[in-house]
């Protein structure tokens, strides 16, 4: 046996056990304490409609970070869509893609497009304390309105 084929015969199971503890295991979902996840609080103050009635059951939840306020995840009975007021699309999102935590959720990246909900008459606007969304559910055909309270701003110091 050569000298460099013993070496190589001692020194390979080595580098094979170094690569295997140097992989680590990919998420398939990301949470809200990773980077690329998303932490969904409940908002209060929030109202819903649907074809100008309050469902049975609802709640509105929107991001912690201030940047994407123009997120929504509606729950209406045990369905919950995404809003996206800037882009104006709605999403379907499966409650599996939803980890509560508490009365909060994680979740990854909710904003899929194969899961798009076909939606017209988007209309944004400001409706004094609150942001109200509107929009048509082409496959509800109803007409769905959210308003979103505006954000308190301390710094006007009139509250």
């Keep these: 046996m050569q ?3 013993r070496i190589l015969s001692r020194v390979f199971p080595f580098l094979i056990a170094l690569l295997a503890l140097s992989i680590q295991p990919v998420p398939l979902d990301a949470r809200a304490d990773e980077p690329g996840g ?12 649907l074809d100008d009635k309050v469902p049975l059951a609802w709640n509105v939840y929107q ?3 201030k940047k994407l306020q123009n997120l929504a995840l509606v729950l209406i009975g045990r369905r919950y869509i995404l809003l996206d007021d800037k882009a104006k699309i709605a999403y379907l999102v499966l409650p599996t893609d939803l980890h509560a935590q508490g009365q909060d959720f994680d979740s990854g990246d909710l ?7 076909p939606s017209t008459e988007w209309n944004v606007h400001d409706v004094g304390p609150a942001e109200e969304i509107r929009l048509t559910l082409e496959d509800y055909g109803r007409d769905l309105s ?4 505006h954000p ?4 006007l110091g009139i509250y």
Excluded: E, Y
């Design 111 to 117: 904003a899929v497009q194969s899961r798009v909900i």
């Design 152 to 155: 308190i701003d301390l710094r």
């Design 38 to 49: 998303f932490h969904w609080k409940s908002v209060d103050g929030a109202q819903v409609k």
């Design 3 to 5: 000298p460099s084929s």
């Design 146 to 149: 959210v308003q979103l309270p």
């Design 63 to 65: 991001l912690d970070k």
